[in-house]
């Protein structure tokens, strides 16, 4: 047996690298010194000058860190490169002050590293919707109830806004933040239903909701004649896959009434997005759609505090993208907002496992939310809500602890 016994420290969070330093018995002033010293961060940084990744090399080794580039950068041989800086939160944030002096439009980058650093080191506490503030101290569980004849995990059984009522009512019971309602099915290759077929499904319903329920609900759809309906009847969250990219006058929408949004990323419509699931770089595809749909959010006047970001699992994705995707979620939490990600039965967990019935792929499920959680994401659509308010819960004790 060795001496020393070296041992591997995890330490995921800030607070995670401060108790280990108090168990130790380090001083206040050590702790703040070097607890940003016991975290790396890779950021990456796309299509910069050469100029611009030279200077950001040299200060990152100036630091005791790094920065990677292509070859052909440091001879100014190619065009641009991207860059990945490469160093503990402390060296990176001593390079966003260094970059205040710097030419080439370098100084720009210092608020945006600041913001990432801020972003990545706490969560959002709450996310606001027309009607309340919902706490995130936990997970919250949205319960998906459909209201189609063509969903691919119910059958259309909740068509009859009674049966749906009951439906909600369980979920409610049994843990839900918030009911999801939904007129049209999302499920790769279905057909569009017109807005009049979309709103005498769901209307009814949600009315009968928000007369009986506590808990949120929210309306999915990109439609923003369904959506205004839905929020006079008692929604107030809007739940779009289209991330304001489907209806032009839905982000104006969602801005005058206050309600939270849900913003997705996806690639095409329904009923093709299965087409073309290839990428060159998947989650760069995914964080630059979703800054395009916040920038759409935000230039019509929708506050950052309404809004959750979901990266869209089964949508324009193949059963690759799905897990890398979920394996890489922790990178959108740069974004500084909710995440939301909905993995409940879809197909990807059927194809890894050998399960065509949706109904057997809870522990599927069960596996992908707990992930999620433990990457940063406070929002869970799930078609299961008891087991997975546990699941949720118990990862996010973990990842507390």
């Not at 801020?118 to 309340?132: D, F, M």
Request: proline share 4%; with cysteine; hydrophobic share 40%.
């Amino acid at each position: 047996m060795g001496r020393f016994l070296p041992r591997l420290l995890v330490l995921p969070t800030p607070d995670n690298a401060v108790h280990e330093l108090r168990r130790i018995g380090v001083d206040s002033y050590g702790i703040v010194e070097m607890a940003p010293k016991m975290r790396t961060i890779s950021i990456l940084l796309s299509s910069l000058e050469c100029r611009q990744a030279n200077i950001l090399k040299q200060e990152m080794l100036s630091l005791g860190g790094d920065a990677a580039v292509a070859r052909g950068t440091v001879a100014c041989s190619i065009d641009r490169t991207d860059c990945v800086l490469i160093g503990t939160v402390k060296q990176v944030t001593r390079l966003s002050r260094k970059l205040k002096a710097q030419p080439f439009g370098l100084s720009e980058l210092t608020g945006e590293l600041d913001s990432l650093l801020v972003h990545v080191a706490s969560s959002p506490s709450t996310w606001q919707t027309s009607r309340r503030s919902l706490s995130l101290q936990r997970p919250l569980i949205m319960g998906i109830l459909n209201i189609t004849p063509d969903s691919f995990s119910d059958n259309g059984l909740c068509l009859d806004p009674g049966l749906a009522l009951e439906k909600a009512i369980q979920m409610e019971a049994e843990g839900a933040d918030i009911i999801d309602v939904g007129g049209e099915s999302t499920r790769p290759g279905a057909a569009p239903v017109s807005p009049d077929e979309e709103m005498n499904r769901v209307i009814p319903v949600i009315e009968r909701l928000a007369g009986t329920l506590k808990c949120a609900i929210s309306v999915d759809t990109w439609k923003s004649s369904v959506a205004d309906r839905a929020l006079l009847a008692g929604a107030e969250i809007i739940n779009d896959i289209s991330g304001f990219n489907f209806d032009p006058q839905m982000a104006g929408l969602a801005a005058s009434s206050g309600a939270g949004v849900v913003l997705m990323h996806t690639r095409g419509r329904p009923e093709t997005m299965q087409l073309n699931t290839g990428y060159d770089d998947l989650m760069a595809e995914i964080a630059a759609g979703l800054r395009t749909s916040l920038a759409k959010a935000r230039e019509a006047g929708v506050l950052d505090s309404c809004i959750a970001v979901d990266p869209g699992i089964g949508f324009g994705k193949n059963t690759a993208g799905n897990l890398e995707l979920i394996r890489r979620l922790a990178e959108l939490t740069s974004l500084g907002l909710p995440i939301l990600t909905g993995p409940s039965r879809k197909s990807f967990i059927g194809e890894v496992l050998g399960r065509t019935q949706t109904e057997d792929r809870i522990f599927g499920t069960a596996a992908a939310v707990a992930l999620s959680v433990s990457h940063g994401v406070s929002i869970l659509r799930v078609h299961d809500v008891r087991a997975m308010r546990d699941v949720a819960d118990m990862a996010h004790a973990v990842m507390q602890s």
